[in-house]
């Protein structure tokens, strides 16, 4: 019986596999990125992946070095190779197209939420290198070398390099639980040993190796509380206290700030200021505010969240007088006699009916020039009472306004207005009002 071996993975047959398969199926912009195995360092793959990806691959040999013995800041290594294996074998693989298949399959099961989660592992793992220099890492002790189920960790640090006795932290596992420890109250600028002990039911393991961290000259500044120093119609002056926080320096503010539903916006403001004038603002309308004071240690906790709202309001309506003018067939309204509460009227909705009627007749919908805001209603019955109803609109809001109002009749004279049962003669100057009962 023949025995067919798979061939051996060579530089040729890995610059064929990315200029036949790989490459082609790849978007625009991409960053590639790949270990440093033997096949892959050859001298015609790294001068394709320099002419496909210029300044845009990932690996040895390359601008952007592969991390070499480093898994737990490489994202392929501490996550996705794992996750694929994991999933693609949950079924049974019948050939290679299955397998090609399944490999596909779970690369598209990894959702946005998933991606942003590693990416703030990632955040983390890079912080803990940075804090330890570069040093060894422990990581949690392997399945075989526990002994039972672990309980939890001792984390103990001191002052590095004096007598002083260890002060031990204890770390026990739950839900969702992280091998991370947060010490608190630490000296700045100074070394401190570490050393992690594991626990089970038994007692506790051997520690680990010492490790050398240095804490920061400074930690991230307190945030001050804002407060309005003035305001427009379309700007709000803020202003904090650059002292706040007499212990650590500040280098920077950053300003969120948001109108209703839309989204944050930053705005990034230098250390040494104490306040911030945000203009464009639309009138009338309420904004939230808040500041995140930050230095070379990091971004503080952001400050309270503060509502303020630009000046100017609603349309204001006219009394009658100042709005409506009529005679037997028409009358004539005067919108410039509403007042615009500060922020410019940018619509008019005007409409009328006969008292006793139910539809409305619509005059305008829509914006009027400022120049020209009379609006004219003709064609109206002498005698007759009739009901105006206008809703002004500004950035600040709208408001609603009715007025009734009678057409002359053939004597010159207001109509009589009907009120349950009764009728009301309107006076002209000093008449008295007569009230008659109607049957």
């Known amino acids: 019986m023949t025995q067919h071996h798979a061939p051996t993975v060579t530089s040729n047959i890995c610059l064929d596999m990315l200029q036949l398969y790989a490459v082609p199926q790849f978007p625009g912009g991409v960053i590639f990125q790949q270990d440093g ?3 892959h360092y050859g001298n015609i793959v790294r001068e394709f992946l320099d002419i496909t990806f210029p300044q845009r691959w990932i690996g040895r040999g390359a601008v952007m070095a592969w991390p070499p013995r480093s898994p737990d800041i490489t994202l392929l290594d501490f996550y996705l190779w794992g996750y694929v294996k994991q999933h693609v074998y949950i079924e049974r693989i019948n050939d290679i197209s299955h397998l090609k298949q399944r490999i596909t399959e779970v690369i598209h099961s990894v959702t946005p939420d998933v991606l942003t989660r590693v990416w703030e592992e990632l955040d983390y793992r890079l912080d803990v290198c940075r804090a330890t220099n570069g040093a060894h890492i422990e990581q949690p002790p392997m399945a075989e070398l526990q002994h039972g189920l672990l309980k939890g960790y001792y984390v103990g640090y001191k002052v590095a390099s004096t007598p002083e006795s260890f002060v031990y932290k204890t770390l026990e596992i739950g839900e969702e639980f992280k091998e991370e420890c947060h010490v608190t109250g630490m000296r700045r600028h100074t070394k401190y040993s570490v050393v992690v002990q594991a626990f089970n039911s038994k007692g506790a393991g051997p520690p680990s190796d010492e490790v050398t961290v240095e804490t920061l000259e400074n930690d991230p500044p307190l945030t001050p509380p804002l407060t309005v120093m003035d305001k427009t119609t379309s700007s709000i002056h803020l202003a904090w206290d650059p002292n706040y926080d007499t212990r650590n320096p500040v280098s920077g503010y950053v300003l969120h700030h948001k109108h209703e539903s839309s989204p944050w916006e930053e705005s990034h403001i230098a250390g040494d200021q104490s306040s911030y004038l945000m203009p464009n603002l639309q009138c009338g309308s309420k904004y939230q505010f808040f500041l995140t004071a930050y230095n070379s240690a990091g971004k503080g906790e952001p400050g309270e969240i503060l509502v303020a709202k630009t000046e100017g309001g609603a349309p204001l309506a006219p009394d009658k007088q100042s709005l409506l003018s009529t005679n037997m067939t028409a009358a004539t ?16 909705l005007v409409r009328y009916r006969l008292q006793q009627d139910i539809e409305w007749t ?12 009379k609006v004219d209603l003709v064609g109206l019955t002498p005698g007759s009472w009739y009901q105006i109803h206008i809703s002004a609109t500004n950035l600040a809001g709208t408001t609603d306004a009715e007025y009734s109002f009678s057409t002359l009749n053939t004597y010159g004279k207001n109509a009589s207005l009907k009120l349950s049962g009764l009728t009301l003669c309107t006076p002209k100057d000093s008449e008295m009002h007569n009230y008659e009962q109607q049957y």
Request: proline share 19%; glycine share 10%.
């Open 37 to 39: 195995a033997p096949p």
């Open 333 to 348: 309204m005067n919108l410039v006699s509403w007042h615009d509460g500060g922020c410019p009227i940018s619509s008019f």
């Open 362 to 373: 619509v005059l305008n919908d829509g914006p009027l020039p400022p120049d020209n805001r």
